[in-house]
């Protein structure tokens, strides 16, 4: 039995770098545990305690999205809607290719949709909602054939 954290607990400790947690939310995503399974706001696959679902909502987070989100190469659902979370939305997060619900809504982010996220085949979900966001909805998201709410 391994008593370092999994690659998905260090990706995920990466990404709380960007992240204000002022009012200490995320104080049990701790590097001398094993798998970040149990921490707040995160959901593991049962068969291979793979991080699949990073939930997040009206925590008054700030920062950025970091652009290694998608190291977390498992992630099905992103759900950070309605912090204080600003910046751009990552060019990365087309590399989330299990993506199926990004929650984005009601935060500060600016810039442009990244015409990247029409490789997101996967995603039924798009909320982007309540932003900064300026420009034109980018043609690559008529690629997203399985998408039910944008």
């Given amino acids: 039995c391994s008593l370092a954290l999994s690659p998905d607990g260090i990706v995920l400790l ?5 992240l204000n947690d002022s009012q200490n ?5 701790v590097e001398t545990d094993e798998t970040p399974c149990h921490w707040t706001g995160i959901s593991c696959s049962q068969q291979d305690q793979r991080v699949i679902s ?3 909502p009206h925590m ?11 190291r977390l190469d498992k992630l ?6 309605q912090n204080g979370l600003h910046g751009y939305i990552p060019n990365e997060i087309s590399q989330c290719s299990e993506l199926r619900a990004l929650y984005l809504k009601a935060n500060y982010m600016q810039g ?4 990247t996220l029409g490789n997101l085949s996967m995603l039924t979900i798009l909320d982007l909602s309540s932003n900064a966001i300026r420009g034109a909805i980018p043609s690559s998201l008529g690629r997203l054939t399985r998408l039910v709410y944008l």
């Fill in 112 to 115: 442009g949709i990244p015409s």
């Fill in 14 to 18: 990466e990404v709380k770098t960007g």
């Fill in 60 to 70: 008054q987070l700030g920062g950025i999205i970091s652009p290694n989100i998608c």
């Fill in 76 to 81: 099905q659902r992103l759900a950070l809607h």
């Fill in 54 to 56: 990073v939930n997040l």
């Fill in 25 to 29: 939310f995320l104080s049990n995503w």
